[in-house]
């Protein structure tokens, strides 16, 4: 079994930085409930800071990319990846941003099920190929995403929001990190 | 992508046999919907019957294994092999008969995360050696069941679940199957 | 090294129900043995029967693929699963229907290796991918075999006798089933 | 072939925020020369400075783990990810902060043939199985670092070192990123 | 398909070097056929005498491994390989040493179903580690063969007969060897 | 960790058979240093002359291949064995034949990321198929050969350099062998 996500646990909230424990009540105002894993982060503030700000700029700026086409990628390579936390809180934001109760879990069992425009099946052939085989990476890999209409910025977006929650699940597994019991349900 | 579900078209309820007409029609009045491996199973009369004659074999007898760890090998092993129908029609039969909202997509995505005890995480890790690399099973991997607790009836059990969920994935995936809708709320 | 044979004891034969007994007693007459696999299964009456009646839907019956063809996919396979009860019993099976005393090994080591027509080469291949990564199986797979003249029938039988032995395979590791002496030079 | 470093062309220096140009500056004449990695980053400014500011968090603060220990671990895993840049620009680092010009070859090629001490097996050990498969973590890997004297923080930086490269391997591999030719020779 | 056995064809013994076909000469006397190992490297003297002083240093001498122990490490790890030649012809060679007409069979398909010395059984499961994964060999699997009464003489020559023949199995598998069809029923 | 090359402990030069004694005397003489694979197989003279005479078959005499690219093959495939030795000694022998400092450490990492034609490309590419999975092999692995001009000779020669760095390698993993310091900084 897994380490406890107690095995580091979580900092008091009084103990922490300003800055980050203001971030932390203004998401626990917005959604009702902290998200562990900004408990989890916040017991190392410099790596929090860096963290959140990596994660803003790639999954909230506009992009090529939809927020939904965006969270199709984290919940697709996390799976992937066996990150629980990832799966269920992404598969939960993924949800509600495609307004698509079915989405994630099809993403996250096998994406070749799933009910895709193939624009977004090559989008996740490419993404899993940067989270499992990056080394294999070709010239052809670009052009498949090319023909689909995608430009040199959607490709650096899909391959640096992989590279994240490559990051993101690493660290989630490494801290034995569970999700909330909100997000199985959210979106649903 | 997977063929769609439509590459093998379902027979025509009046076209069945009478049996396995019957059957399907006393799962409709139960369930209130007739699961699609039903339909998917039914333009082969013969594997039909066998392949439910078998289930029923396995999964709604007395065994050492309550009927929710029964699903726990189904959703576990279906998930190493991506099968999009087991994980999503079994997972609801298991979060009904586990009572537990949750287990079901812990299993999904990594059995290790789910709060489970030393004697199912012992049956789930030999069920995904059966599964996955049958033929590399030696002594040790029984008496680590053994030492649980386990007697030879309940790993003929966990074993055999599993063989016919290998079975069951292939096909599920050969044909495309899709789960139904109600399959991926029920239970939450 | 695998469990024994001995470790799930066959039943008495005097001990079964009178329809087991009699199809054994069928077998034993006109083969002049018992296939070990009768007596393992014969321990649990309810799945020998659910297990002989898929086995003779799928392989005795008429169908766009041979009954040698059929055996051919079935060594192929059970190669890949490292089942040497499949490999040495349906090789012997193969050796007859095929009138060939040096197809089985070719298989069981390597299909690349044998002498095959496009056609068998097709089967075989298809086959593999349903055996060992059934969760990939994409359109261009079906499409492969319907260039070589196979209906969606014949890919169903396909996949169905693959999918079938997926199950014989793991129930044949499982409980550390041995060959008879008799088919390692039956038909060579 | 990989696709070339000029697939994503790195900006202008005059045309990057005055934080980055200054920083690059600085880098510039410290080490005689401006790694790639710098450049390649550059394009995009938020994910620089998150990058940079993750990689200083972890790399340069003081931590139980020696800065040579901690490029031990970019060395193993970013071998193990087949990227170029990071084996060949951290080797050179390696070499240096462990005044050893051997290890960095041995620790690319395989790390059970470098001389390392029993406590150094341990965490590349773990750092490779968090790079590899991270899903499969369980607590004996931990008591495997606590027993050579690892304590909490440790193990996070161990996890969080090897998470982070996780990401940057992925980035470079993506972005086609080439070592510069002075990392090459540097520390031998 | 593999490319036939015709693709490098085999020189005419007329046209070999005397000492070449005067070894072939014997064979065929010996043997009363010519193997086709022989005819294929023939087409490259200098290389044919360096693999057959290799091969028979190996196989021919006096040694802690009887001649069937070296045969049962070339059937296995040839079988791990795919290489249908060395399973093929050395199958037959090691039913003759063996005096087992079973024993060739079970070690292709599975050796933990063979029935072995736990001598044997450690025999093989080095061989197989050096066959497949000989970058991650460690100082415990040289334990467990000195545990099971080997020397480093005997050690040296398990590895060096498996090493041989990762040679001879991409020989053959290169150049579409074929096994004599004399092979197949040899020592049955 | 790996044993240590003392485990296997070399002769004495004084007890070696004159022919290899000689043999290494001269490359002392030649090169200034031992390189530690010929002490290595010294204690085993008959494999000694077999080895060092395949060797020098296929490394020494005129092909279609330059010696360089002969190199290139032993580097990219001892690479993806994890052989030690073989990388840093034949890495500095590629540095040399080809006069490119940067060549070895590029396909030791990764060959995809060097800088190659498409006819050294397709020769790697091939090279790691007989290495990696030699029973795979199918006509097209040749044909895209043919169609960068490389004759049979050629294919033959790439996979026999292959073949016998199979070998190689896992002697020199079965052993511990270790490179020379010298080699390290060669051609640097």
Not at 102 to 116: E, F, G, M, S, V
Not at 138 to 165: H, N, R, S
Not at 173 to 184: A, D, H, K, S
Request: proline content about 5%; aromatic content about 10%.
């Amino acid at each position: 079994m897994s380490i406890p996500s107690s095995y580091f646990p979580p900092p008091e909230l009084t103990d922490l930085p300003e800055d980050i424990r203001e971030q932390i009540l203004a998401i626990q105002e917005k959604s009702g409930f902290v998200p562990n894993v900004f408990l989890a982060f916040a017991r190392r503030p410099a790596e929090f800071r860096a963290f959140f700000a990596y994660h803003d700029a790639l999954m909230e700026k506009d992009s090529g990319l939809s927020k939904a086409e965006r969270e199709m990628i984290v919940v697709t390579t996390s799976a992937a990846n066996g990150c629980l936390y990832c799966v269920i809180a992404h598969g939960a934001i993924l949800r509600i941003r495609a307004k698509d109760p079915l989405i994630a879990d099809q993403l996250a069992t096998n994406y070749r099920k799933a009910d895709l425009t193939p624009r977004q099946q090559a989008m996740l052939e490419f993404a899993l190929k940067v989270s499992q085989n990056s080394d294999e990476l070709v010239a052809a890999d670009y052009e498949a995403l090319t023909a689909q209409g995608f430009d040199k910025e959607d490709i650096w977006d899909i391959g640096a929001v992989t590279a994240l929650f490559a990051l993101s699940n690493r660290m989630a597994n490494l801290t034995g990190m569970q999700p909330n019991e909100e997000f199985y349900s959210l979106g649903r």
